[in-house]
Nanobody, 120 residues
């Protein structure tokens, strides 16, 4: 099992910034992908950004809607993945979920979610 604990959500004005953090613990050996999803009540859970470990450098994905505004990064020593969110827009309002995929267990794990609200 992998446990994920997210933090950093909150209320921010349009144009502001937030940084989400997700700390992984438990069966962390074998984690190949760490990512952030978001979900609103009326929509499905969509992938926002992900980082996949490679042989040399990690592969990074961003949804078109966040390219140039969000940055995903990881600190392997702390088993933590971050999502730096800048130039936030009201349409970024959602519950953000951390997710990791473990190639050893063959499972995907989810955090509890953290609310991000962008409003004036």
């Amino acid at each position: 099992q992998v446990q994920l604990v997210e933090s950093g959500g909150g209320l921010v004005q349009p144009g502001g910034s937030l940084r989400l953090s997700c700390v992984a613990s438990g069966s962390i050996f074998g984690i190949v992908t760490m990512g952030w999803y978001r979900q609103t009540p009326s929509k499905q859970r969509d992938l926002v950004a992900a980082i996949t470990k490679g042989s040399s450098t990690p592969s990074i994905y961003y949804a078109d809607s966040v390219k140039g505004r969000f940055t995903i990064s990881e600190d392997n020593a702390k088993n933590t993945v971050y999502l730096q969110m800048d130039s936030l827009k009201p349409e970024d309002t959602a519950v953000y979920y951390c997710s990791v995929a473990n190639r050893i267990t063959g499972r995907t794990y989810w955090g509890q979610g953290t609310q991000v609200t962008v409003s004036s």
